[in-house]
Nanobody, 116 residues
Framework: QVQLVESGGGLVQPGGSLSLSCAGS????????MGWYRQAPGKQRELVAA???????NYGDSVKGRFTISRDNAKNTVLLQMNSLKPEDTAVYYC??????????WGQGTQVTVSS
């Protein structure tokens, strides 16, 4: 079965950086737009960043200029580099594989906490 496994979450101080990684198995990565979403307690899940198979990127307004998404189709991985982190970035971050033609998949999530 398809698996998306996130890693790299943790505790970081405000202003710090973290890099999240999502590794996919049993999935043809190049068929999907890959994205990162996040959900904070009591809030709806929101788009953080997405990247199409062709490399076009889209970012949530709150992370523009601070976060960078990238992908490596050969390695079935998608990365999220997060800089200048703020306490409001605290959330569970989920990897997503999205397609209009194929089933959509989610990872199990990784916790990111920004706190001093």
């Amino acid at each position: 079965q398809v698996q998306l496994v996130e890693s790299g979450g943790g505790l970081v101080q405000p202003g710090g950086s973290l890099s999240l990684s999502c590794a996919g198995s049993r999935i043809i990565f190049s068929r999907y737009t890959m994205g990162w979403y996040r959900q904070a307690p009591g809030k709806q899940r929101e788009l953080v960043a997405a990247i199409t198979s062709g490399g076009s990127r889209n970012y949530g307004d709150s992370v523009k200029g601070r976060f960078t998404i990238s992908r490596d189709n050969a390695k079935n991985t998608v990365l999220l580099q997060m800089n200048s982190l703020k306490p409001e970035d605290t959330a569970v971050y989920y990897c997503n594989a999205d397609s209009s033609l194929f089933p959509i998949y989610w990872g199990q999530g990784t916790q990111v906490t920004v706190s001093s």
